[in-house]
């Protein structure tokens, strides 16, 4: 990467290479509880397997769309959210 592209909060940042369930994995094979979630997401942690198989499914049909078309989750969601 060029420098300068990326400000951090900190003069030597992590380098964080791996993730799993709660605990990030830095180069050096260190690990550190992960107790912060990113813009527009929910902590629910790393590679877990349900959830990637579920993540991998989905990408194997539809990426992503704007809300204005209607999609399967839309309305399992929205089932789910009203029962």
């Known amino acids: 990467m060029a420098p300068g592209i990326y400000f951090h909060f900190y003069k030597q940042p992590l380098f964080i290479v791996e993730g799993r369930d709660q605990y990030l994995f830095d180069h ?3 690990r550190y509880l992960d107790l ?5 997401t929910v902590a629910i942690g790393h590679a877990n397997p349900a959830i990637t198989k579920i993540i991998a499914d989905q990408a194997d049909k539809l990426m992503h769309t704007t809300p204005i078309y209607l999609t399967e989750w839309q309305g399992i969601y929205s089932k789910a959210l009203c029962d």
């Open 28 to 30: 050096k094979g260190n």
């Open 36 to 40: 912060i979630a990113g813009i527009s």
